[in-house]
C-alpha cells in the first residue's frame, strides 16, 4: 500500500529534520514521495526555492502532475539521470528500496546527498553493500544518541556520512554524505 502522506511518520520526519540541518544549501533534486505539495512545501520552509522533482512511475507522475500547486522542474525517469554533483544542491534520495537495487545510484551520488534505504536485507548487510557500492571502506564509527540515535562514519578517502536508522511502518534508515 501506498502511503498518502509522510506526515504521521514521526520517526522519518524526525530524521529528515536532522539531517536537512547538516545541509544550507538553496537548490534541491529529490524525490517527492506521495504528496508533492508536502514535499515542495517542506523544501521551501527550509530554504530550497530550486526545486527539481523526479519521477519514474507513470501513473504516480501523472497524479504528481495534476495535484501540484507550486512552481518546480519536473523530471519524468531515473533519478539516475540527474545531473549528479552539482555545486550548492542537496539530492534528497528517499528511494524506500533496499540496497539489493540500488548499487549505481549509490556510486552515482558524490556530494551532498541523503538516500533513505530500507533495511529489510538488514542494518549490517545494508551498510557494508552502501560502502561496496561507494568502493569506500569504513576506518572509523561515533555512536551518538542525541538528538536522535545515528552513527558517524568516517572512510578512507576522509568522507564523513551520517547514518540514521528508523522505523515508522518498516524498518529504514537514511544515510547522508556531509563531507
Request: charged share 25%; net charge positive.
Amino acid at each position: 500500500m501506498t502511503k498518502e502522506t509522510y506526515l504521521n511518520a514521526d520517526n522519518k520526519y524526525a530524521v529528515r529534520e536532522f539531517l536537512f540541518s547538516h545541509f544550507k544549501l538553496n537548490t534541491i533534486v529529490g524525490l517527492a514521495g506521495p504528496n508533492i505539495n508536502e514535499y515542495i512545501k517542506w523544501c521551501k520552509s527550509k530554504g530550497y526555492n530550486d526545486i527539481e522533482i523526479w519521477e519514474n512511475t507513470p501513473t504516480v507522475a501523472m497524479h504528481q502532475l495534476m495535484k501540484i500547486k507550486h512552481p518546480v522542474r519536473m523530471r519524468f525517469g531515473d533519478v539516475l539521470n540527474a545531473e549528479p554533483n552539482r555545486i550548492k544542491t542537496l539530492y534528497d534520495l528517499d528511494y524506500c528500496a533496499t540496497v539489493y537495487t540500488l548499487t549505481d545510484h549509490i556510486a552515482k551520488f558524490k556530494h551532498n546527498f541523503i538516500m533513505t534505504l530500507s533495511t529489510r536485507a538488514g542494518l549490517e548487510f545494508t551498510i557494508k553493500e552502501f560502502f561496496k557500492a561507494r568502493k569506500e571502506k569504513i576506518i572509523s564509527s561515533v555512536n551518538k544518541f542525541a538528538p536522535i540515535n545515528h552513527t558517524i562514519f568516517t572512510t578512507n578517502n576522509n568522507s564523513k556520512y551520517i547514518f540514521t536508522p528508523y522505523r515508522d511502518t518498516s524498518a529504514m534508515c537514511c544515510i547522508a554524505k556531509i563531507k
